[in-house]
């Protein structure tokens, strides 16, 4: 079973509308004896019956009214074998919302066969597609010149065809790739040679399929899951909690210690869960995988699992990343987009944008927006730090999706982590190192939250000096107090000249480390359960990031005081509240608002 599984092979068809795509698949289907039986001939005689011209294509629908009457059978997807293994195929109608789907990931295709009308010629989406599945890391493609009947075979024509492809997979760095010329109507060099062609001395569409590399068996890459859900056991008053995923890559073994990603909270894996079968003894590339620990740690979907001792992923809130754009309005600077990598979601900015090009000619466009159609190299700016694979052979881990306003609109491969300045990667090991070092207590933080009533956060009160964020936030202590909520009010000068009075005396006082020892020790007071909070004037949106860096990020609130008006964008964009300084009382009712709909508090 499991070397059947490791020589499988995900390919994706691609190219322009008509140029053969089903033909090309019907013509692997039937030839390599992959329909159940008598399925051709079925569909052949309800042709004749209704008059209607037999198509290959027509086999794909058959299969598709078959397989849809399965649960676990994507529609799409079609199966045949060669000498060598099992093939997967993912038809592909070339509009966008396919493409939108193939960059998700959902095809998750090892190999590409683009395929081009001879008698056509080359087109502007026979090209597009090309530079997509480049940019989508997709680097073994196979070019089927097609339709050669329609051209008598013409050897010459062929080679004009694939000179000037060569040309363009050259141009956007596609490895030149193998090219067939082919009949699918025919099945010339389908899955066998026929004597219509005798001056091609290459291989045949199954042969260069067979050729392709399946990659190394994706159990012995490092492990990689993302978190899709934490279960809750059910049984009375068990309190484990199952953490639930698809594994990417890798292998997972109860005793493996994991480090999650972004946080780089750590944990041992003490049972591993399935749904339908007994404990298994291992998860490995493939698996919907589910697992407990052997403590609670608060953990969130879309967290990145890896195993402890293994290559780890990058982390990073500054990178870069090439990408192709299908948004009905153009990618632009400084709008909010949330990045989409497996299950995680982070909102971001573009920082850069670089080398705008048309996707069909490479033309280099001179401005400093992607529109549809278009690929760029892009710079992001992310609300906390994001973690990715740049290994070989882990692309799923750097395929990313942009998501405008509910709608996907672009997406490519992360490229590299931009070397952020020194403190910044100073701060990540900290952190990391913290994680890993952590006594945990033997009180789980879901006990304290329901003892409590309350979800432990950070609530960060800030704005201009003129502003009085103290009034503010001794006010919400106080609200919250009186309904009986575990709160502490904490100012800035009461660490200034205590904890840090060996760096606070000197002139040169360095912010960021005033910064990061505040928040550890509000991250010592969440773990408690308390909900702290603080005030201080002037924070920078690099003060916030950090402080979301040292504390478990999404526990942190951050209101905005500014008198000269909310909703001017005169505040953070990492602001989770603009608030008007006039009143503290409203100020308060909103802050008690965002706490209740984030469910910090509740029971009230
Ligand atoms: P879309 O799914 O609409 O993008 O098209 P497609 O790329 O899947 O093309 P399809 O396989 O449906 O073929 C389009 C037309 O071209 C059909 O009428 C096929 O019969 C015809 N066709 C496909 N391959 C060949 C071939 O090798 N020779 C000839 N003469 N016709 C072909
Ligand atoms: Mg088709």
Redesign the pocket.
């Known amino acids: 079973m499991m070397e059947q599984m490791d020589r499988d092979l995900n390919l994706v068809i691609v190219?322009?509308?008509?140029?053969?795509?089903?033909?090309?698949i019907?013509r692997l289907l039937v030839d390599t004896n992959s329909l159940p039986l008598g399925r051709l001939e079925q569909v052949k005689e309800t042709c004749r019956r209704n008059s209607k011209q037999f198509?290959?294509?027509f086999l794909l629908d058959a299969l598709k009214d078959e397989q849809a009457q399965g649960i676990t059978i994507d529609t799409a997807r079609c199966f045949f074998k060669t000498d060598k293994r099992r093939c997967m195929i993912l038809?592909a109608?070339?509009h966008v919302e396919f493409l939108k789907n193939m960059i998700t990931g959902a095809a998750k295709a090892q190999a590409a066969l683009l395929?081009i009308d001879a008698n056509e010629g080359i087109m502007e989406n026979s090209k597009r597609h090309a530079y997509m599945l480049s940019l989508l890391g997709i680097r073994q493609v196979a070019v089927l010149v097609?339709?050669?009947?329609?051209i008598g075979y013409s050897e010459a024509r062929y080679d004009a065809i694939a000179a000037e492809f060569r040309l363009f997979l050259e141009q956007i760095k596609m490895p030149a790739g193998h090219f067939v010329p082919?009949?699918?109507?025919?099945g010339d060099n389908i899955a066998r040679k026929t004597g219509a062609m005798p001056w091609y001395g290459g291989g045949t569409v199954l042969e260069l399929l067979d050729a392709f590399r399946s990659d190394p068996p994706p159990a012995e890459k490092p492990f990689r899951m993302y978190i899709q859900d934490i279960y809750k056991f059910t049984d009375g008053d068990d309190d484990r909690r199952i953490v639930a995923g698809a594994v990417e890559t890798g292998t997972l073994r109860a005793g493996d210690r994991v480090i999650f990603y972004p946080s780089g909270k750590t944990g041992r894996v003490k049972t591993l869960e399935s749904y339908n079968r007994a404990e298994p003894a291992a998860f490995s590339a493939g698996d919907a995988a589910g697992f407990t620990l052997d403590e609670q740690i608060y953990l969130k979907r879309g967290g990145l699992v890896a195993v402890d001792g293994q290559p780890q992923p990058l982390v990073t809130d500054k990178f870069t990343g090439n990408i192709f754009w299908l948004g009905k309005t153009p990618l632009t600077k400084d709008k909010p987009y949330i990045l989409r990598i497996g299950t995680n979601e982070t909102p971001v900015t573009v920082t850069e944008i670089l080398n705008v090009m048309n996707s069909s000619d490479l033309s280099a466009l001179a401005k400093d927006e992607v529109g549809f159609n278009e690929a760029a190299e892009c710079a992001f700016s992310a609300e906390r730090p994001v973690a990715f694979d740049t290994y070989a052979g882990l692309e799923n881990l750097r395929r990313f999706v942009l998501v405008d306003n509910y709608d996907i609109s672009g997406g490519g491969l992360l490229t590299e982590s931009l070397a952020s300045a020194a403190n910044d990667d100073d701060l990540q090991k900290r952190v990391f190192t913290r994680e890993y070092k952590w006594e945990r207590s033997s009180i789980s933080f879901e006990r304290r939250a329901e003892m409590y009533n309350q979800k432990a956060a950070l609530v960060l009160i800030t704005g201009p000096k003129s502003e009085d964020k103290k009034a503010i936030a001794k006010l919400l202590e106080r609200r919250l107090f009186e309904k009986g909520k575990y709160v502490y009010y904490i100012g800035m000068s009461s660490i200034l000249y205590g904890l840090d009075a060996d760096i606070s005396s000197r002139k040169d006082m360095d912010r960021e480390e005033n910064t990061r020892r505040f928040a550890e020790v509000a991250n010592i007071m969440l773990d408690a359960g308390l909900i702290l909070i603080m005030s201080a004037s002037d924070l920078s949106g690099r003060d916030i990031r950090n402080i979301r860096r040292v504390v478990s990020g999404e526990d942190v609130y951050v209101a905005c005081i500014s008198s000269a008006g909310r909703g001017e964008g005169r505040g953070l964009p990492e602001a989770d509240l603009l608030l008007d300084g006039g009143r503290a009382d409203s100020a308060v009712s909103e802050i008690e608002a965002l706490l209740k709909r984030r469910g910090v508090i509740f029971g009230l």
């Open positions: 190219g322009h509308v008509d140029h053969g795509k089903s033909t090309v019907g198509e290959y294509a038809d109608p070339g395929v097609n339709k050669m009947d329609l082919v009949s699918a109507l025919g």
